[in-house]
C-alpha cells in the first residue's frame, strides 16, 4: 500500500517486531471463528490463507498485515469490505479495471450475496484484494493472473443473470377454409352437389370451434345488376339457412350479396357464366 511500502525493507525489517507481526501471528491461529456469520467466517479463512502466503511464501510483511488486519476484523464478525483502491499505487488504467471490478462485487454483495452464497462471496473479496495488492508491485504476472481469475470466477457465481423470457410460442396463422357452391342460372336452389358441400362445410366450421363463417354471393351478368344483386343474396341466404339447419349458429355467419360486380370470369354484359353463378362460403 502507498503509505507503508514507501518505507522500504528497514521498515519492513523494524515491522517485524512491532503489532503487525502480532496481528498475522493471531490470525495465523484462528482457524474456526466463534462468532459472526457464515459470510465473516468463510472471510475470515480466505484473509488468513492470503496473509500466510503474503508473509511465508512472499516475505511481503506489510500487506501481510494489512490482509492480517482485515481477516482479524472478520473473525470479531465485523463487516469488512474490498480494498478501497485509493490506499494502493496503481496506474490510471488498472485503477479504472479495479475500480469497475470492485462496482460489480460490491452490487453483488449488496444485493445479499453475503446471505445466500457466503463461501464464494468470501474467495471472491479476498480474490479481488489479492489482485489489487499483485497490481500494485506489477511484476509477478502469474500471481495477477491467478487472483484475478480466482475473483472472476467467483464473481461470476455470484452474479444471478437476468433470466431472459422466453419468447411466446409464434402463434399459428389463422387457417381459412374456402368452399364455392356453384348454382343454377336464374337460381337460388341447392342442388344435390350444392348440399353435399354444405355438409362438408359444417362440419370444418363445427370442427374449428367459434370460427366465424362468410357467406358471399355472386351472380352473372345476363340480368339487370340491380336484379342480380338480389339473387346473389337469395343464394347466399339459402346457403346460411342449409347451414343453421346443420347446426351452426347464426350469429356465426355474415351474408355478403355482390351480384355481378366481382365476377370469376369477366364476361361482357348479358352473358350466362356458370362459373360466376356461385357462393363463396369462407371458415376463419
Known sequence: MKSVKLLGVVAGLAFLSGCGALDIDALRGTTAPSQGTAFTKALTTEYRSLTIFEADEM????????????????????????????????????????????????QALDANART??????????????????????????????????????????????????????????????NFIIYFAWDSARLD??????????SASAKATGNARITIVGHADRSGTPEYNTRLSLRRADAVRSALVAKGIATERTSVTALGETEPAVPTADGVREARNRRVELTIR
Open 116 to 177: 445466500t452464497k457466503p463461501a464464494i462471496a468470501a474467495k471472491a473479496q479476498a480474490a479481488f484484494d489479492c489482485w489489487v495488492e499483485q497490481e500494485e508491485e506489477a511484476f509477478q504476472l502469474a500471481d495477477i493472473a491467478s487472483c484475478r481469475g480466482t475473483f472472476e470466477h467467483a464473481l461470476a457465481q455470484l452474479v444471478t443473470p437476468v433470466a431472459t423470457p422466453a419468447p411466446a410460442p409464434a402463434q399459428p396463422a389463422a387457417l381459412s377454409k
Open 59 to 106: 516475505k511481503d510483511w506489510p500487506d501481510a498485515y494489512t490482509f492480517a488486519a482485515k481477516g482479524l476484523a472478520a473473525s470479531r464478525g465485523e463487516n469488512v469490505l474490498p480494498e478501497v483502491l485509493t490506499n494502493w499505487s496503481l496506474t490510471p488504467e488498472k485503477a479504472q479495471e479495479l475500480g469497475t471490478a470492485r462496482a460489480k462485487l460490491i
Open 192 to 201: 344435390a352437389a350444392a348440399l353435399r358441400i354444405i355438409d362438408e362445410a
